[in-house]
């Protein structure tokens, strides 16, 4: 029997790229932004201190996309990823704009 899983790309900007082992990408197969993030922290410790506050939620000004859709007006850390690019970025530092591609 074969599973169809779907993997989604993080896409990290340069800032953030330290603190991810010098990585621009992350694969990941989780079903939401806030899994994919999770795992992303959780395998590169040196971000959640960037990503995240003291509170659990995602800093103000981390601004994550999928698509071209910014998640705070989708379903937020609940948005399904289902194959998208994820793009994670901080105003200001990554001012180019936002492309997204499907994978199949």
């Known amino acids: 029997m074969t599973t169809n899983v779907s993997t989604t790309t ?3 900007p340069t800032a953030f790229r330290a603190y991810a082992g010098g990585h621009a990408t992350y694969d990941t197969a989780a079903a939401t ?3 994919a993030l999770a795992q992303l922290a959780e395998e590169h410790s040196g971000l959640r201190a960037h990503l995240y506050g003291d509170d659990g939620s995602l800093r103000q000004f981390v601004n994550i996309y999928l698509g071209e859709e910014d ?3 989708l379903q937020g850390p609940e948005t399904p990823l289902n194959g998208w690019q994820l793009r994670d970025d901080r105003s200001g530092y990554e001012p180019a704009p ?3 591609v499907r994978h199949p």
């Open 10 to 12: 993080i896409l990290i």
């Open 33 to 35: 932004v806030g899994e």
């Open 71 to 73: 998640i705070r007006y």
């Open 98 to 100: 936002i492309h997204s």
